[in-house]
């Protein structure tokens, strides 16, 4: 049975909202319960079937953010780092990184500085 879902923000006292409804029935988020609703879907997401793809997808149009804010500081329990990124709209979210996989994100990103400083035109 299929339930028509309708997500639009409103500007209800001068106080940005978003009105979720499905068929008859709605309800009226402010931005705090907005953002507890996306940390909740994404734990029940996490734990569904199928899992998310271990890949991006190449034709997909992901959410992109432009030179987001981001912090980085060691992981308190492991050999590692916590990074965290700064999203508009899924707010901060953080990844705990072991080590190898902070010495592959270390060679990948270096290839792409070392192939910026080295495409014509530009400064080394």
């Not at 029940?44 to 992901?62: G, K």
């Not at 959410?63 to 965290?84: F, I, N, Q, R, T």
Request: with cysteine.
């Amino acid at each position: 049975m299929s339930h028509p879902m309708s997500v639009e923000i409103i500007n209800q006292y001068g106080t940005p909202s978003v009105r979720v409804g499905i068929e008859q029935h709605s309800v009226l988020l402010a931005a705090d319960d907005v953002d507890r609703l996306i940390e909740h879907l994404a734990a029940v997401r996490a734990s569904m079937r199928p899992e998310v793809p271990a890949v991006p997808s190449r034709t997909h149009q992901y959410l992109m953010e432009v030179d987001p804010c981001w912090h980085s500081e060691k992981h308190p329990l492991y050999e590692g780092a916590v990074l965290l990124f700064r999203h508009a709209g899924f707010g901060w979210t953080g990844f705990a990184l072991p080590t190898p996989s902070l010495v592959r994100l270390k060679d990948a990103l270096s290839a792409h500085l070392d192939a910026l400083h080295e495409a014509p035109g530009l400064p080394n």
